[in-house]
C-alpha cells in the first residue's frame, strides 16, 4: 500500500516548456486534488476532480490542466512553462469529503 | 484575500513544555477543520481536525480548540518533543458542495528545542 505517489520529485523547465505531473494513489479514493505550495502562502488548490472523468477549478487554475482518465490517476499539465509556476507542487486524495492524503511533492523550477 | 491566517511564522518552544499554535478564520461557512503538520521534503500529514458542532477535540498529546465567536482555532502540544519540528498548517473546509476543499493558513515553523 503505496499511498499517494507523485512522479516526478524534482524538474527543471525552461520558460515555454511543457511536461506533466502525475498523481497516482492506490486507496480508491474518489476525489484528487492538486496544490502548490509558496513560501508565506500555504497550499493553494489548484484543481481537484470528485470523481473519475471529471475535473473542477481551484483557487490558482491559470496555466494548468488536469485529466482523470482513470479512478487512481490525476495529472497535472503545464501547457507553456512560466517562471511565476516555481512551485512545490502537492497531490492528494480523499474518501469524499475525509481526510486527504497528501504525496511527497514535486519541486519545479522555471527557469 | 487570506481566508485563513496564521499570523505567527514561527514558535520557540523548550522540551516537556506546551506548544500552542493559533488559526483565524474569517469565512462564515467553514464547518470543519484541520491541522496538518509538515516536514521537509515531505507531503503534509494529518495531526487532528475538529467540527464545529465541536469546541474541542483530543487525541493524545494533541488537542484542538475552536471558538466559533471568535473565529479562532488552536492547537495545543503537551508535552513538546524534539519530534514535533515542523511546519504546521491549519485548513478549512466549508461542507455543502466544496467537496472537500481545504483553505490552508500560511504555516507555523514549531521548534522544539531538547
Known amino acids: 500500500n503505496a499511498g499517494v505517489t507523485q512522479t516526478p520529485k524534482f524538474r527543471v523547465l525552461k520558460t515555454g516548456q511543457s511536461m506533466t505531473l502525475l498523481c497516482a494513489q492506490d486507496?480508491?479514493?474518489?476525489?484528487m486534488y492538486w496544490y502548490r505550495q509558496d513560501p508565506g502562502m500555504g497550499l493553494r488548490l489548484i484543481h481537484y476532480s470528485v470523481g473519475e472523468g471529471t475535473t473542477a477549478k481551484g483557487e490558482v487554475p491559470d496555466g494548468y490542466n488536469v485529466s482523470r482518465l482513470k479512478k487512481q490517476n490525476f495529472l497535472l499539465g503545464l501547457e507553456s512553462a512560466a517562471p511565476s509556476q516555481t512551485s512545490v507542487y502537492f497531490c492528494?486524495?480523499?474518501?469524499?469529503?475525509?481526510?486527504?492524503?497528501f504525496g511527497p511533492g514535486t519541486r519545479l523550477t522555471v527557469l | 484575500d487570506q481566508q485563513v491566517k496564521q499570523n505567527s511564522p514561527s514558535l520557540s518552544v523548550q522540551e516537556g513544555r506546551i506548544s500552542i499554535l493559533n488559526c483565524d478564520y474569517t469565512n462564515s461557512m467553514f464547518d470543519y477543520f484541520l491541522w496538518y503538520k509538515k516536514y521537509p521534503a515531505e507531503g503534509p500529514t494529518f495531526l487532528i481536525s475538529i467540527s464545529s458542532i465541536k469546541d474541542k477535540n483530543e487525541d493524545g498529546r494533541f488537542t484542538v480548540f475552536l471558538n466559533k465567536s471568535a473565529k479562532h482555532l488552536s492547537l495545543h502540544i503537551v508535552p513538546s518533543q524534539p519530534g514535533d519540528s515542523a511546519v504546521y498548517f491549519c485548513?478549512?473546509?466549508?461542507?455543502?458542495?466544496?467537496?472537500?476543499?481545504?483553505?490552508f493558513g500560511q504555516g507555523t515553523i514549531l521548534t522544539v528545542h531538547p
Open positions: 486507496m480508491n479514493h474518489e476525489y
Open positions: 492528494a486524495s480523499s474518501y469524499f469529503r475525509d481526510t486527504q492524503y
Open positions: 485548513a478549512a473546509n466549508a461542507g455543502g458542495t466544496s467537496y472537500g476543499k481545504l483553505t
